[in-house]
């Protein structure tokens, strides 16, 4: 087992925990939490591409910040207008 692998099952439990409070609770924690998985899910992308020595993952990294932002602020739409 390399660093990137030890590194990436480290963050798995973070995750998880981003994705729990992101399914149910409040509209507050629901919106912290999936900026919070937003932002772990860039990094095990990122010690993934490191990982398997494929850079072609880090496109999906970079993909995903850009994508990050227009989302939440979506998110954000919803919850002030139909919640």
């Not at 919106?31 to 992308?45: D, E, K, M, N, R």
């Amino acid at each position: 087992m390399t660093i990137w692998t030890a590194a990436i099952l480290a963050l798995l439990p973070p995750f998880a925990l981003a994705v729990a409070l992101a399914w149910s609770g409040t509209p507050g924690r629901r919106f912290a939490a999936y900026q919070l998985a937003g932002s772990v899910t860039v990094l095990i992308l990122t010690l993934l591409a490191f990982a398997t020595d494929q850079a072609s993952i880090t496109d999906l990294a970079l993909t995903l910040v850009l994508l990050n932002l227009p989302g939440t602020m979506l998110f954000a739409v919803v919850l002030e207008r139909w919640i």
